[in-house]
């Protein structure tokens, strides 16, 4: 099993920057894709961005150039730097590690409510 506690979130005005950390404990691997995923109320949930063990990264249209991942391997942390916050980017933001081993399932947290407003 894979635990995932995330940080930040909160209320801000459009134009503003929040910033979401996430760290990973438990039966981890050094390889695996460690991200962000967002649910709006009504909405499927979507991807953010992700970056791998590697250094890949992989962004929505909606976000790029606006929101950057980092993250720390040696700490297994993941945060989401977001600038040019929109009201279409609030939700509920969703930390999310998977590795190609041990089970091979996406693990969540519990989730971060992020709320832009106008």
């Known amino acids: 099993q894979v635990q995932l506690v995330e940080s930040g979130g909160g209320l801000v005005q459009a134009g503003g920057s929040l910033r979401l950390s996430c760290a990973a404990s438990?039966?981890?691997?050094?390889?695996?894709?460690m991200g962000w995923y967002r649910q709006a109320p009504g909405k499927q949930r979507e991807l953010v961005a992700t970056?791998?063990?590697?250094?890949?990264?992989n962004y929505a249209d909606s976000v790029k150039g606006r929101f950057a991942v980092s993250r720390d391997n040696a700490k297994l942390t993941v945060n989401l730097q977001m600038n040019s916050l929109k009201p279409e980017d609030t939700a509920v933001y969703l930390c999310?590690?998977?590795?190609?081993?041990?089970?091979?399932?996406?693990?969540w947290g519990q989730g971060t409510q992020v709320t832009v407003s106008s």
């Open positions: 438990g039966r981890t691997f050094s390889s695996n894709t």
């Open positions: 970056m791998t063990s590697g250094g890949s990264t």
């Open positions: 999310s590690y998977r590795s190609p081993y041990g089970l091979g399932v996406t693990y």
